[in-house]
Antibody, heavy 124, light 110 residues
Framework: QVQLVQSGAEVKKPGASVKVSCKASGYTFTGYYMHWVRQAPGQGLEWMGRINPNSGGTNYAQKFQGRVTMTRDTSISTAYMELSRLRSDDTAVYYC?????????????????WGQGTLVTVSS | QSVLTQPPSVSEAPRQRVTISCSGSSSNIGNNAVNWYQQLPGKAPKLLIYYDDLLPSGVSDRFSGSKSGTSASLAISGLQSEDEADYYCAAWDDRLNGVVFGGGTKLTVL
């Protein structure tokens, strides 16, 4: 079955960086976009950006431009999201989620499935 | 402040029907498909409705979606206690060139 498995919880100090991984299985990794969405404690969902695993092309939400980097390693079907210059308000659960086919021209808010989430805590 | 607007909470009795609204604009809902997600407490979100009104395999037909203009709705009939969750709408936004979410609606089954 299609599955996304994320790396474990992280605790970071303000100003540091964090890199979260998302290993895909059960489908052709390069065939679908991978998105990243975060959720602060008690808050709603916030889209961070997406990567086309086939081409490596990315687009990021303006809020995170300059601080987020999404990459992939096709040899191990794994996507990564690195967030730098962490602040306390970056404390959140970070999810990866499979999107539409990477050949899609149009964008979409269709995500299925989601990873289990990775809690990133930023605290001094 | 979310780009898509949802009521923060709704409540209804078991076996009744409830609707959750999602209001947007011409750059998102008005021109792109709406998707709905269910998030049970402590769990990752799950796709509930896609392309405005389609049900993924395995999702109960008690759930239905609709869209008109720049607004969409999620309806849940025959409410059950297991439906207590947070519900989110999402759509692509052409102006922002990204995905936008509603703020989420907490459903309480009385």
């Amino acid at each position: 079955q299609v599955q996304l498995v994320q790396s474990g919880a992280e605790v970071k100090k303000p100003g540091a960086s964090v890199k979260v991984s998302c290993k895909a299985s059960g489908y052709t990794f390069t065939g679908y976009y991978m998105h990243w969405v975060r959720q602060a404690p008690g808050q709603g969902l916030e889209w961070m950006g997406r990567i086309n695993p086939n081409s490596g092309g990315t687009n990021y939400a303006q809020k995170f431009q300059g601080r987020v980097t999404m990459t992939r390693d096709t040899s191990i079907s794994t996507a990564y999201m690195e967030l730098s210059r962490l602040r306390s308000d970056d404390t959140a659960v970070y999810y990866c989620a499979r999107g539409l086919e990477s050949s899609s021209v149009a964008g979409s808010g269709w995500f299925d499935p989601w990873g289990q989430g990775t809690l990133v805590t930023v605290s001094s | 402040q979310s780009v898509l607007t949802q009521p923060p909470s709704v409540s209804e009795a078991p076996r009744q029907r409830v609707t959750i609204s999602c209001s947007g604009s011409s750059s998102n809902i008005g021109n792109n498909a709406v998707n709905w997600y269910q998030q049970l407490p402590g769990k990752a979100p799950k796709l509930l409705i896609y392309y405005d009104d389609l049900l993924p395999s395995g999702v109960s037909d008690r759930f239905s979606g609709s869209k008109s203009g720049t607004s969409a709705s999620l309806a849940i009939s025959g409410l059950q206690s297991e439906d207590e969750a947070d519900y989110y709408c999402a759509a692509w936004d052409d102006r922002l060139n990204g995905v936008v979410f509603g703020g989420g609606t907490k459903l309480t089954v009385l």
